[in-house]
Nanobody, 122 residues
Framework: QVQLVESGGGLVQPGGSLRLSCAAS????????MGWYRQAPGKQRELVAR???????NYAGSIRGRFTISRDNAKNTVYLQMNSLKPEDTAVYYC????????????????WGQGTQVTVSS
């Protein structure tokens, strides 16, 4: 059993900053890739950013230059530093674990966190 626990969401004014955290726990030996997705009301869930265990990063074009993804492999934790936030960044942000190796040696894919609300409004 793997759990992803997110934290750090909230209400912030335009131009402000927030930092999201997502900690994975359970029968985990190593995690290949983790990332953040978001879903705004009435829209499909979309990729925000993701990072591999080796530090390779992908960003959505809409947030490039404003958001930074990082991770602590020893803690199985991924972070999303969000700066210069805009009202259009308002969404529920979800952490995703793409692929991992369990203590038992098997490969498992696609675990999601419960989501954390980010609201950007004056």
């Amino acid at each position: 059993q793997v759990q992803l626990v997110e934290s750090g969401g909230g209400l912030v004014q335009p131009g402000g900053s927030l930092r999201l955290s997502c900690a994975a726990s359970g029968s985990i030996t190593s995690i290949y890739r983790m990332g953040w997705y978001r879903q705004a009301p009435g829209k499909q869930r979309e990729l925000v950013a993701r990072i591999t265990s080796g530090g390779m990063r992908n960003y959505a074009g809409s947030i490039r230059g404003r958001f930074t993804i990082s991770r602590d492999n020893a803690k199985n934790t991924v972070y999303l530093q969000m700066n210069s936030l805009k009202p259009e960044d308002t969404a529920v942000y979800y952490c995703k674990l793409d692929q991992m190796r369990t203590i038992e040696g098997s490969i498992e894919n696609d675990y999601w966190g419960q989501g954390t609300q980010v609201t950007v409004s004056s």
